[in-house]
T-cell receptor
Framework: NAGVTQTPKFQVLKTGQSMTLQCAQD?????MYWYRQDPGMGLRLIYY???????DKGEVPNGYNVSRLNKREFSLRLESAAPSQTSVYFC????????????FGPGTRLTVT | GNSVTQMEGPVTLSEEAFLTINCTYT??????LFWYVQYPGEGLQLLLK?????DKGSNKGFEATYRKETTSFHLEKGSVQVSDSAVYFC??????????FGAGTRLFVKA
């Protein structure tokens, strides 16, 4: 089991460029999440998908879009990157049932110049 | 409201010292509580959890007890090792599908 995988690991963008962060899980989990981690801020939820076919906004959704492509994959898109989106992005999954613990990917470090 | 507050770091300890990282939460009802650990360059991983009042979660020598009277879930370890150096996050389930994380506490353990 690979668990939760994310690509790419690192990315540098110029302001205004677009990109998609990919996430996949092989644990047959129903729910998937995208967080950003900034110094002193902990993790903030960007979007989540409670189950295949649904997506919902989290705490900080502005400037992002998501797609739940199938049960395994959940992508995050930045349409027009801004320096304020420089962060480390984590994807996570959980089975969404009675067990609420989340399993995290290794993260993508994004720098927007 | 929904929030998780944990002590600010960094916390610096010598090997074999006793560790406490404080965590308090606001909630209605009795949410599941978690401690996650993040080692350098990695994602978060679950360290321990407690699902109801007075439960004690434990793993790898770490413990935390769910105290509803004080709405706290403090993390403790009797004797830390250099390999415990990491960032520790307290978290609570909000109901539904979401979890709220504290800001994280960085721990440095010196040999």
């Amino acid at each position: 089991n690979a668990g939760v995988t994310q690509t790419p690991k690192f990315q540098v963008l110029k302001t205004g460029q677009s990109m998609t962060l990919q996430c996949a899980q092989d644990m047959n989990h129903n729910s998937m999440y995208w967080y950003r981690q900034d110094p002193g801020m902990g993790l903030r939820l960007i979007y989540y998908s409670a189950s295949e076919g649904t997506t919902d906004k989290g705490e900080v959704p502005n400037g992002y879009n998501v797609s739940r492509l199938n049960k395994r994959e959940f992508s995050l898109r930045l349409e027009s990157a801004a320096p304020s989106q420089t962060s480390v992005y984590f994807c996570a999954s959980s089975d969404g049932g009675h067990s609420y613990e989340q399993y995290f990917g290794p993260g993508t470090r994004l720098t927007v110049t | 409201g929904n929030s998780v507050t944990q002590m600010e770091g960094p916390v610096t300890l010598s090997e074999e010292a006793f560790l406490t990282i404080n965590c308090t939460y606001t909630a209605t009802g009795y949410p599941s509580l978690f401690w996650y650990v993040q080692y350098p360059g990695e994602g978060l991983q679950l360290l321990l959890k407690a699902t109801k009042a007075d439960d004690k979660g434990s793993n790898k020598g770490f413990e935390a007890t769910y105290r509803k009277e004080t709405t706290s879930f403090h993390l403790e370890k009797g004797s830390v090792q250099v390999s415990d150096s990491a960032v520790y996050f307290c978290a609570r389930h909000t109901g539904g599908f979401k979890t709220i994380f504290g800001a994280g506490t960085r721990l440095f353990v010196k040999a």
